[in-house]
């Protein structure tokens, strides 16, 4: 092979490395990062209701809060709790308000589950994420006239966080998106419910 | 580039060098140059790999979504990022920066970095940005730069930064103007926001019922952003 033909086949071979290596690390990102959502969000596994993130800004002084997040919604107050199943279901209740709120459930796949304050019963969002073993145990417990009204989300992963958005639409809500956003009640269910 | 450079200064090197095994055995010494040149290139090869992989997915996952956009008007949603379909490069994106996107049922972002002619936003210049929005429950728009200007903490009063659809003033068909710009305006003054790189609208839709499909944000009026002039 020509001197020539040896330095093609090395730069095609450098280029098809490139390509894999390239491939490899677009994947690998979200598992080796250190700062995404649920990382950052694992801070918060101790606690019983989310926990500030993102304070809303639309007027008066802006309430301190962990921002990690990059710019967001200055009209929006965020909130994040994050859940970790191993330990047993998870119970996500929120109290709605006059405001626009809504709840996301994110797993390491993406956001897997969203509903809005119009799906609240008397005022209250509440839903129970469990893994695909947990719901098919509470479905083989339950009894044969006994009806469950939770709702349940099956996660696609152990680990997860859920996400809080109440919307401050005028400057004077500001407090009560702020507190709305960290006041969502995020506890482990116990076995005997 | 900068891998390539090194690589021939390598080669350079290497083939200067008597290498030890070519002196050990006499008979390799007839064509000493063909195994070190062997070696170069496969040094070559790995190292260009590695590097352009390397930067290629650098650059890839930094900024805005490469793929998935929907384009309508001046404005542009990325609909699949807030599901379980957002492709890898959406996800690495996220991952990078923190991101939680707007999950699909919560509601949709749309962003703009160009007017209706296809000029890219220029702050100093005045837009005026009317029109209808997709049915919502809620909207907001908001301007943003790239680099923001740090805040001060008792900056009072807080600059506007966005419009809520609650608080906008509208005409009496329930049609709105907000008037983008640098020197204050009469009517919905939004001010073009201080800091550094390009300028950026942002209309994010909540709880609205485009964001099942992309169809529907098709037939649906998006605001229209128009650019009316320019301060030297």
């Known amino acids: 092979m020509t001197p020539f033909g040896r330095f093609l086949l090395a730069t095609l071979s ?3 490395l490139a390509g894999l290596v390239h491939l490899t690390v677009v994947l690998a990102i979200p598992y080796l990062s250190g700062r995404d959502a649920l990382t950052r969000s694992r801070s918060t596994l101790s606690n019983d209701t989310s926990v500030l993130v993102h304070p809303a800004r639309v ?6 809060a962990g921002d990690w997040l990059p710019p967001q919604d200055p009209a929006a107050a965020i909130g994040v709790c994050a859940y970790d199943l191993d330990d047993g279901p998870v119970r996500v209740t929120a109290e709605t308000g006059p405001l626009l709120e809504s709840l996301s459930l994110h797993g390491r796949g993406g956001a897997y589950y969203a509903v809005t304050d119009q799906a609240a019963v008397r005022g209250t969002l509440e839903l129970v994420i469990m893994t695909r073993r947990q719901f098919d145990e509470a479905l083989a417990e339950a009894g044969e006239d006994e009806r ?6 099956v996660a696609p992963g152990r680990e997860g966080y859920v996400v809080v958005r109440v919307l401050a639409a005028l400057p004077s809500q500001q407090a009560m998106a702020n507190k709305a956003a960290a006041s969502v009640s995020c506890t482990i269910d116990g076995p005997d419910e | 580039m900068n891998t390539t450079a090194k690589t021939s200064r ?3 090197m290497i083939r200067g060098m008597p290498s030890p095994a070519a002196m050990r055995r006499p008979r390799v010494r007839s064509r000493p140059s063909g195994r070190t040149t062997t070696v170069a290139l496969v040094l070559y090869a ?3 790999g590695a590097g352009l992989g390397l930067a290629s997915a650098n650059w890839a996952t930094r900024g805005r979504y490469p793929f998935g956009g929907v384009a309508l008007g001046a404005w542009t949603a990325w609909p699949r990022i807030g599901s379980r379909d957002a492709d890898p490069y959406a996800r690495a994106i996220d991952a990078r920066t923190g991101e939680v996107p707007l999950a699909l049922g919560e509601g949709l972002v749309l962003t703009a970095t160009q007017d209706e002619a296809g000029q890219r936003l220029d702050p100093g210049c005045r837009y005026t940005i009317s029109g209808t929005t997709p049915p919502a429950r809620a909207w907001t ?7 923001p200007a740090p805040v001060a903490a008792d900056a009072a009063p807080v600059p506007r930064t966005g419009f809520t659809s609650t608080e906008i003033l509208r005409d009496r068909n329930g049609g709105f103007a907000i008037a983008l710009g640098p020197t204050v305006e009469p009517g919905n003054w939004l001010p073009v926001p201080s800091g550094e790189g390009a300028l950026r609208l942002v209309l994010r839709l909540y709880d609205t019922p485009v964001a099942a499909s992309t ?3 098709e037939r649906e009026g998006v605001p229209a952003i128009t650019r ?3 301060t030297p």
């Open chain 1, 14 to 16: 450098g280029l098809v």
């Open chain 1, 59 to 64: 007027g008066g002084p802006v309430e301190a």
């Open chain 1, 148 to 153: 469950n009204r939770d709702v349940r989300v």
């Open chain 2, 10 to 12: 390598m080669t350079g």
């Open chain 2, 46 to 48: 790995l190292l260009l």
């Open chain 2, 141 to 147: 728009l908001t301007a943003e730069r790239r680099h």
């Open chain 2, 215 to 217: 169809g529907v944000l």
């Open chain 2, 228 to 230: 009316l002039g320019c």
